[in-house]
């Protein structure tokens, strides 16, 4: 069990431009959570998916941003055209079933110029 | 919707003391779950404590320990015998039973004075 993995750590970039982020969760859990944490707050609930399905939306997640779990393993979270509003902390975690307990990654801190 | 709120932005405590962290929560829901996370400067964020809504006992994990009022919808947690690890942003946080994401407070930070 190698814990929950997170790629880039850091990534700096300017307004406009595309990311994407790659979260590889604990093999065998089939639960996988996208938590957004800006200065200051608790993280913030993105999206979740169960295997390749992605079941649940949250309002922050705007129409820039795409959540993908093509094989039910690693997924990727992609923001076209940033903002500055975007520099955040995104958060990865995953979970063995619903009601399990959710491990968290390292984060991938992202800022915008 | 759902609420949490930690009153306490940040706490100091001395090594080896005692120190108790609150929080309080809103929701219309009679069955829940209840969480205290831990995230360390620059590292992931872990699961200290959990507990079920419907246990009248409280959980405890070594040096860890809560005290869940249901009726005053107040989770509070202790951390006794304090050590320099402690040191870390403290998250409160709650989830419904019909709901897979987590609703996190704003954090406490932790400091420990040797």
């Known amino acids: 069990d190698t814990g929950v993995s997170q790629d880039p750590r850091h990534k700096i970039t300017k307004r406009g431009q595309n990311v994407t982020f790659r979260c590889d969760p604990i093999s065998e859990h089939n639960r996988l959570y996208w938590y957004r944490q800006t200065l200051g707050q608790g993280p913030e609930f993105l999206t979740y998916?169960?295997?390749?399905?992605?079941?649940?939306k949250s309002r922050l997640l705007s129409d820039r941003f795409s959540a993908e779990r093509p094989k039910g393993s690693f997924s990727t979270l992609e923001i076209q055209r940033t903002e500055q509003g975007d520099s955040a902390m995104y958060l990865c975690a995953s979970s063995l079933g619903g009601f399990e307990t959710q491990y968290f990654g390292p984060g991938t801190r992202l800022l915008v110029l | 919707a759902q609420t949490v709120t930690q009153s306490q932005p940040e706490m100091s405590v001395q090594e080896a003391e005692t120190v108790t962290l609150s929080c309080t929560y809103d929701t219309s829901e009679s069955d829940y779950y209840l969480f205290w996370y831990k995230q360390p400067p620059s590292r992931q964020m872990i699961l200290v404590i959990r507990q079920e809504a419907y246990k009248q006992q409280n959980a405890t994990e070594n040096r860890f320990s809560v005290n869940f009022q249901k009726a005053a919808k107040s989770f509070s947690l202790k951390i006794s015998d304090s050590q320099l690890g402690d040191a870390a942003m403290y998250f409160c946080?709650?989830?419904?039973?019909?709901?897979?994401?987590?609703?996190f407070g704003k954090g406490t930070r932790l400091h420990i004075l040797p």
């Open positions: 998916f169960q295997n390749e399905a992605q079941l649940e």
């Open positions: 946080a709650y989830r419904g039973v019909r709901d897979d994401k987590i609703i």
